[in-house]
């Protein structure tokens, strides 16, 4: 978890490192996501709830993270920017908002970003044991088309309904 501070700018790094440096190291494992707001405040929001840090995040901070995400490249990250996230090493995505350039439909650019927010990956081993049974065909040695889905937030393990498909 620590690894994504590199992606911060130095403002914003040194909130979250003092944040983080008196915390349980139980509570940092249930961190699931970094909210930034241009000219407001750092949320870190938990499995069990959500701190705010009181610290006046400026735009330049926020340019900075974005610039540091994208290795001072921001031209070769056109798509995923687009896209509105760019995922980071780890596999952590980064939620980007702001004010889209649109044309022929297209989000073709997004200027003044506003807010950033990282969803920080987690490897949860056996989680998905319980769906194999409806995944994998295994007198054919295949798997079904399978889509999994739920509200955000509400992770993946709830119901499992397979649908058979012809496609």
Same mark, same amino acid.
């Given at each position: 978890?620590?690894?994504?501070?590199?992606?911060?700018?130095?403002?914003?790094?040194?909130?979250?490192?003092? +944040?983080?440096?008196?915390?349980?190291?139980?509570?940092?494992?249930?961190?699931?996501?970094?909210?930034?707001?241009?000219? &407001?405040?750092? =949320?870190?929001?938990? =499995? =069990?709830?959500?701190?705010?840090?009181?610290? +006046?995040?400026?735009?330049?901070?926020?340019?900075?993270?974005?610039?540091?995400?994208?290795? +001072?490249?921001?031209?070769?990250?056109?798509?995923?920017?687009?896209?509105?996230?760019?995922?980071?090493?780890?596999?952590?995505?980064? &939620?980007?908002?702001?004010?889209?350039?649109?044309?022929? &439909?297209?989000?073709?650019?997004?200027?003044?970003?506003?807010?950033? +927010?990282?969803?920080?990956?987690?490897?949860?081993?056996?989680?998905?044991?319980? =769906?194999?049974?409806?995944?994998?065909?295994?007198?054919?040695?295949?798997?079904?088309?399978?889509?999994?889905?739920?509200?955000?937030?509400?992770? /993946?393990?709830?119901?499992? /309904?397979?649908?058979?498909?012809?496609?």
């Amino acid at each position: 978890m620590l690894e994504i501070l590199n992606y911060f700018s130095k403002n914003i790094s040194k909130v979250l490192k003092e +944040n983080f440096n008196g915390q349980p190291s139980e509570k940092l494992k249930t961190l699931e996501e970094i909210r930034i707001r241009s000219n &407001g405040s750092i =949320a870190l929001k938990f =499995a =069990a709830g959500q701190e705010i840090l009181c610290k +006046n995040i400026s735009y330049e901070d926020i340019l900075q993270t974005i610039q540091l995400m994208c290795d +001072n490249s921001i031209y070769s990250y056109q798509n995923e920017i687009c896209n509105g996230y760019i995922t980071i090493k780890g596999g952590h995505r980064v &939620g980007i908002s702001g004010n889209c350039v649109i044309e022929n &439909g297209k989000v073709i650019n997004i200027k003044y970003i506003s807010s950033i +927010n990282f969803r920080v990956a987690k490897q949860i081993l056996g989680c998905g044991n319980k =769906a194999l049974q409806y995944i994998l065909k295994i007198p054919d040695n295949s798997i079904y088309n399978t889509l999994i889905i739920s509200p955000p937030g509400v992770r /993946k393990n709830y119901t499992i /309904k397979r649908y058979n498909s012809k496609c």
